[in-house]
């Protein structure tokens, strides 16, 4: 396994950017601000409201909340990781919100609150780190109360554009093998990242009891020209703290050597032309 991000907080600052340009990273941080800005409008947050930003890590769509509402509201930052609670609180403490805010350790499969409590549920890029989502959806349900709202943004990565979409057969020796290799391992239903779609959660949300629901689909798509740099870092940056990168996935089918020759090649065709990138986005509502 990767040692190249010791904890969530380093992956959310640092290692989640470390493949792309500077270009890449502010138009992601832009990206960012903009979905937030939508989840919260969606959630129709309102004063004095019970609110809980599940898997906040550094507190994306927590923060927007107080941006907005200051402390007119009870806000919960829950993460199950004790580095990204600390990392919220270390920037609350240069604020000026001092009330009204609560920093809960829980697992969203498991959350430590009673039922019927809140009356907004928020997550973003948090289930598709769960394996058990039905789970994660019964938990997030149970904590609302009636008519509360659950609203999120979850990368849906099953459908994003792959290697071997970005080559052709000829450019690399070993194609058909890597190819056969990636559509297995990006569809293997006990990985958290990739054993979910948009139908599946509108389903798990369905079975765990809430109404109205709504995931619509964004599709991002991003031209560039990457770098040698930037390609050897695809293949070296875990998706996240506990999952192996490309490069160690691709070694569970074949020997280093292979593989080293394979990210070389890929490095030597797609370093010398624009690439065409697509990564889907689902926005959610749903009721309970």
Do not use: H, R, V
């Given at each position: 396994m990767s040692d190249i991000c010791k904890n969530w907080s380093t992956w959310l600052k640092k290692t989640r950017f470390s493949y792309m340009s500077d270009v890449q990273v502010q138009q992601t941080l832009n990206w960012l601000m903009n979905i937030k800005n939508i989840v919260l409008d969606m959630a129709?947050?309102?004063?004095?409201?019970?609110?809980a930003?599940?898997?906040?890590?550094?507190?994306l769509l927590a923060f927007g909340v107080l941006e907005r509402f200051q402390d007119r509201v009870e806000l919960i930052f829950s993460d199950k990781f004790q580095d990204c609670l600390d990392e919220c609180q270390n920037i609350l403490k240069n604020s000026e919100i001092k009330s009204n805010v609560?920093?809960?350790?829980?697992?969203i499969c498991d959350i430590k609150l009673e039922d019927n409590y809140l009356d907004r549920a928020l997550t973003r890029s948090v289930l598709v780190h769960v394996l058990d989502k039905q789970s994660a959806f019964c938990e997030l349900y149970r904590v609302l109360k009636p008519e509360g709202l659950y609203c999120s943004f979850e990368p849906i990565i099953s459908q994003n554009t792959r290697y071997y979409?970005?080559?052709?057969?000829?450019?690399?020796?070993?194609?058909?093998?890597?190819?056969?290799?990636?559509?297995?391992?990006m569809s293997d239903p006990n990985d958290p990242l990739v054993n979910f779609s948009a139908e599946s959660l509108d389903l798990n949300m369905q079975a765990a009891g809430f109404s109205d629901v709504k995931v619509n689909v964004q599709a991002v798509v991003s031209k560039y020209s990457p770098t040698v740099e930037?390609?050897?870092?695809?293949?070296?940056?875990?998706?996240?703290?506990?999952?192996?990168?490309?490069?160690e996935r691709f070694m569970e089918y074949f020997d280093e050597k292979k593989v080293n020759n394979y990210i070389e090649e890929v490095k030597l065709t797609l370093s010398k032309r624009e690439i065409r990138v697509s990564s889907d986005t689902a926005l959610i509502k749903a009721r309970k």
């Open positions: 129709e947050l309102k004063e004095n409201q019970k609110i930003d599940f898997g906040c890590g550094s507190g609560k920093f809960l350790k829980s697992d979409e970005l080559l052709i057969p000829d450019e690399a020796s070993d194609y058909f093998d890597f190819k056969k290799a990636e559509m297995e391992f930037t390609i050897e870092n695809w293949f070296i940056t875990p998706p996240a703290p506990n999952q192996k990168t490309m490069k």
